[in-house]
C-alpha cells in the first residue's frame, strides 16, 4: 500500500493559462490553496492508515519478537557510549555554568539543585532523543526507504509477509522500549559528572551538591522524565519509518527521505517537549 501523496489528475479540468488574463491571478492562488487543503489532509489520512496497519502488524507475534530483539540492540545498546558521552558534557557544563553565575550570598547547594533539575526533567530526555534521531532515527530512515527504492518491500509482499509486522513494529516497540532506559542512563550520568566536575574544579563541597540533589525531590520528577522519553522514542520511530516506507525516486528519494525524516523528528520532539511542559509541569512541584 502507498502513503505517499500525489495529486489526482483530473483530465477536463482547465488549465490556468486557458482562463482570461485578469482572472488568472485569483484561480492560480485559489488552486494552491486547494492543493495545499488537499495534500494536507491526504497526508493526515494516510498517516491514520500507516497508524491502523502498523497495530494490526503487532498481531503477528512470530515475525515480531525475533527482530524487536534484535533492533533492541541497535537502537539501545549501540547508542550506549553516544548518550553516555553527550549525557557527560551537559551535566559536567550544567554545574560549572551555574557556579560561576552565582553571585555572594547564595547558597552552594544551588548548584546540585539547579543541576538535577536542568538534566533530569529538560535536557536528560530532550537531548538524547534529538541525539538519537540523528543516529537512529535516519538509519531507519535509509534502511527502509532503500528497500522500497530496491524493491525488496515488494518482495516482502509477494512472499505473504507483512512488511509493517517484519519492517516497523519491531523498530517501534524496541524505540519505545529503551528511550526510556537511555534517557534513565544519560540522566544519572548526567548528574554524576555534575558532582564531579563541581567538587573537582569549583568551591563546592560534596555535601553541598548532594544537599542540593536532595532538595525538593519528588519521584514523579523521574516518571516526567520517562514519559518525554516515551513519547519521543515513539516520534522517532514512526515518522522515521513513514519517511522510509513512503521513499521512492532511487537514492536521491532516499537521501531526501533521510533529510526530511530527521527535521520533521526533530520538529516533532520540540513539540511534545513543549506540550508535556504544559500539560504536567504544574504536578513537578513537591
Not at 29 to 47: C, M, P
Not at 140 to 162: C, F, H, K, N, S
Not at 188 to 203: K, L, Q, S
Request: charged residues 15%; glycine residues 8%; proline residues 3%.
Amino acid at each position: 500500500m502507498s502513503y505517499s501523496y500525489r495529486y489526482p489528475h483530473t483530465p477536463d479540468s482547465r488549465t490556468t493559462e486557458t482562463f482570461p488574463v485578469m482572472q488568472r491571478a485569483s484561480i492560480r492562488f485559489f488552486r494552491r490553496v486547494t492543493n495545499f487543503w488537499r495534500g494536507l489532509f491526504f497526508n493526515i489520512g494516510a498517516r491514520g492508515y500507516y497508524i491502523r496497519d502498523t497495530v494490526r502488524g503487532m498481531r503477528e507475534f512470530d515475525t515480531v519478537a525475533h527482530e524487536t530483539i534484535r533492533q533492541m540492540r541497535v537502537i539501545g545498546v549501540d547508542s550506549v557510549p553516544l548518550t553516555v558521552i553527550v549525557a557527560a558534557f551537559i551535566g559536567g557544563v550544567m554545574a560549572l555554568q551555574t557556579r560561576y553565575q552565582l553571585f555572594a550570598g547564595v547558597e552552594l547547594s544551588l548548584v546540585g539543585l539547579a543541576t538535577r533539575q536542568v538534566v533530569i526533567l529538560e535536557l536528560g530526555p530532550l537531548i538524547t532523543g534529538l541525539v538519537l534521531t540523528g543516529r537512529v532515527g535516519a538509519r531507519m530512515t535509509a534502511e527502509i526507504g532503500t528497500m522500497r527504492v530496491t524493491e525488496q518491500i515488494d518482495a516482502l509482499e509477494t512472499l505473504a509477509y507483512d512488511p509493517l509486522a517484519f519492517l516497523v513494529v519491531p523498530r517501534l516497540l524496541a524505540a519505545t522500549m529503551m528511550l526510556p532506559v537511555l534517557t534513565v542512563l544519560a540522566d544519572a550520568v548526567g548528574v554524576y559528572m555534575g558532582y564531579f566536575v563541581a567538587v573537582t574544579f569549583t568551591d563546592i563541597t560534596r555535601q553541598d551538591f548532594i544537599e542540593g540533589v536532595r532538595l525538593a525531590f519528588g519521584t514523579f520528577q523521574v516518571v516526567y522524565s520517562l514519559m518525554k522519553a516515551t513519547l519521543f522514542g515513539m516520534a522517532i520511530a514512526f515518522v522515521c519509518t513513514y519517511e522510509g516506507y513512503i521513499t521512492s525516486a532511487g537514492a536521491e528519494g532516499v537521501g531526501r527521505s533521510t533529510a526530511r525524516a530527521v527535521v520533521i523528528t526533530s520538529v516533532a520532539i520540540l513539540v511534545l517537549d513543549a506540550v508535556t511542559a504544559f500539560l504536567f509541569a504544574p504536578f513537578l512541584q513537591s
